[in-house]
């Protein structure tokens, strides 16, 4: 027989799977499986064994009905159980003084213990379709979503994040995934090209980056995204990258790494003009970390970095920072800086192959109005060079 207390546990574990928005965990659900076969037990063991009525000497026993058997209920006390009666069932026949039948009166049928198994059955049977319909369902999560459902909690959290991601018309339509979140930073997949690239994008509360490649050609490298961790975490400020890799069975999987780029004394390799110069790039809103040198014009440092706008090509001039950004950069790409350095119209190009990586052209433009950034024309007659 049940305690009170797990009487009253069986009952809120039955509200909790039976109610309208019902829901057990695995191990709830085996509880309650447990519970009840517990009272099904103790209903059986408490039930008396019924004898069959005694007939009178040299009558058939068919002349009185068996009195309704009573099953003890754990929770409620005994009750009878009522037993169903057929459409085409006789009427019970009259019986006389001493237990023989009326003359003429129909023999009164028998229930047989079957009809009382059956009752029973049909009383269980709600607990017997809800823990069927709890396992059902528990089967259908792991078959949409395997045994961890952080890919549907992500989906759910991050709707709005990857409407805008959709929005940007930079990734192939469905294509945009949320897989993982660490540190308070989400890492999605994609595609783009109609699937012809494989993209990792990290997003956070004020900052997004993203990285594309052909993972099928290594001459285009693998696909891979950094951003800072937010304030907030206890790694905040560390350096967060995805990349897209393949397992040895071929799937495309992403995988992260982080990093504490601040314990690193970053700022032994530059000079001390160069750690002023990074100064003010940093108070023009650039992360010192992300910058890189790409060249000089004297010693003036040129810089370029990656971000969520591409490469970016950065120069200090005369009237301040100025920066020539492109989202994909092809090879033997360009990107080119206009400056007044020193007085003196500059021009900076980038160069950016496949082989040799980015490169810095520094263009010194002579000064009045017959300046020009093109190339002199040769007459091929006279020999003569036209501006």
Not at 194 to 223: F, L, R, Y
Request: contains cysteine; proline residues 8%; aromatic residues 6%.
């Amino acid at each position: 027989m049940l305690s009170p207390d797990e009487i009253a546990e069986r009952r809120a574990l039955q509200a909790k799977a039976y109610g309208r928005d019902g829901k057990l965990s695995l191990e709830e659900g085996a509880r309650l499986r447990e519970l009840e076969r517990q009272r099904r037990a103790a209903a059986s063991a408490a039930a008396p064994a019924i004898p069959p009525a005694a007939a009178p000497a040299g009558a058939p026993n068919r002349g009185t009905r068996p009195p309704a058997e009573r099953i003890a209920d754990p929770d409620r006390g005994s009750h009878p159980v009522t037993e169903p009666e057929a459409s085409d069932a006789a009427p019970l026949a009259p019986v006389e003084p001493g237990g023989a039948p009326a003359p003429g009166g129909a023999p009164a049928p028998v229930v047989a213990s079957g009809a009382r198994e059956a009752s029973r059955i049909r009383r269980l049977w709600p607990f017997i379709a809800g823990a069927a319909a709890l396992v059902v369902g528990v089967a259908a999560g792991w078959a949409l979503w395997g045994f961890n459902s952080e890919a549907f909690q992500l989906a759910s959290a991050y709707s709005e994040t990857q409407a805008e991601l959709e929005s940007t018309g930079e990734y192939d339509p469905g294509t945009v995934v949320a897989v993982a979140e660490q540190h308070g930073i989400v890492v999605w997949m994609a595609q783009r090209d109609e699937g012809e690239q494989q993209c990792v994008i990290v997003t956070a509360a004020k900052a997004e980056n993203s990285g594309c490649a052909t993972m099928d050609d290594p001459s285009s490298g693998a696909a891979s995204a950094t951003i800072s961790v937010p304030e907030g975490d206890e790694l905040a400020g560390q350096t967060f990258s995805a990349f897209l890799v393949r397992t040895a069975a071929g799937e495309l999987v992403p995988t992260v790494q982080v990093w504490d780029q601040r314990a690193v004394d970053w700022e032994s390799q530059y000079s001390e003009s160069e750690l002023e110069a990074i100064s003010r790039l940093e108070a023009a809103g650039y992360a010192p970390t992300e910058l890189n040198i790409l060249g000089y014009d004297g010693d003036r440092p040129v810089w370029y970095l990656w971000n969520a706008q591409g490469l970016c090509l950065i120069a200090e001039s005369d009237s301040g920072v100025l920066e020539g950004c492109a989202g994909e950069v092809e090879s033997d790409g360009e990107l080119t800086v206009e400056a007044d350095i020193d007085g003196i119209l500059t021009q900076y190009r980038l160069t950016y192959g496949e082989m040799r990586g980015p490169q810095l052209t520094v263009m010194k433009l002579p000064s009045g109005p017959e300046s020009s950034l093109d190339a002199p024309e040769i007459n091929d007659t006279t020999g003569e060079s036209t501006p």
